[in-house]
């Protein structure tokens, strides 16, 4: 059975840090690119980061302005997100998805499993 | 960025009665998907490719659609279908864009 478990979200003050986990099983981690979704109280869905199987290739929201770190540890079958210089705009339920496969196992920016997510709430 | 609107953005509707939510699109896509968020829950992927169930989607559940319009269609809610749905593109990343989501409540 397919199962992300995101954990680290909590309270946190205006300029402060946290470090977002998502620990997998039930596929093989290392071949799927990874995604950060987050959504804000009462708010839609809102695209994050994303990152390639080895961790090479890193994309991000241009809200971010940089303040955002996305890795991953293939050995420990985890994705990250570091949060650096937050803001009470950040505060948002914060998911981590796979991204689906095609039939010729090329990797689709469509993301067919999801946490149940964590909590990030900064305060002013 | 390719901004997705959805209408409408509530659907008040009774078990049983047919469901017709709407994405549309600020450029043409060639590739959209449907999630259903539930409080509490994990996202699920219902559709992609605009018209392609995900694994285990009842057959409910259809997706059609091309360029700036697509529909997502529940032929009879059951009532585990009340929920928000969004519509999302891959088509031109970063970033992937998601719509503001539609309601569908019971009336």
């Known amino acids: 059975e397919v199962q992300l478990v995101e954990s680290g979200g909590g309270l946190v003050q205006s300029g402060g840090s946290l470090r977002l986990s998502c620990e997998v099983s039930?596929?093989?981690?290392?071949?799927?690119?990874m995604t950060w979704v987050r959504q804000a109280p009462g708010k839609g869905l809102e695209w994050v980061a994303n990152?390639?199987?080895?961790?090479?290739?890193?994309y991000y929201a241009d809200f971010l302005n940089g303040r955002f770190t996305i890795s991953r540890d293939n050995a420990k079958t985890s994705l990250y997100l570091q949060m650096n210089s937050l803001r009470v705009e950040d505060t948002a339920l914060y998911y981590c998805?796979?991204?689906?496969?095609?039939?010729?196992?090329?990797?689709?920016?469509?993301?067919?499993?999801w946490g149940q997510g964590t909590l990030v709430t900064v305060s002013s | 960025e390719i901004v997705l609107t959805q209408s409408p953005a509530t659907l008040s509707l009774s078990p049983g009665e047919r469901a017709t939510l709407s994405c549309r699109a600020s450029q043409s896509v060639s590739y959209l998907a449907w999630y259903q968020v539930k409080p509490g829950q994990a996202p699920r992927l219902l559709i992609y490719d605009a018209s392609i169930r995900a694994t285990g989607i009842p057959a409910r559940f259809s997706g059609s659609g091309s360029g700036t319009d697509f529909t997502l269609t529940i032929s009879s809610l059951e009532p585990e279908d009340f929920a928000v749905y969004y519509c999302q593109q891959r088509s031109s990343w970063p970033p992937f864009t998601f719509g503001p989501g539609t309601e569908v409540d019971i009336k």
């Open positions: 039930g596929f093989t981690f290392e071949n799927y690119w």
């Open positions: 990152i390639n199987e080895p961790g090479t290739e890193k």
């Open positions: 998805a796979k991204h689906r496969k095609d039939g010729y196992n090329r990797w689709e920016s469509y993301f067919d499993w």
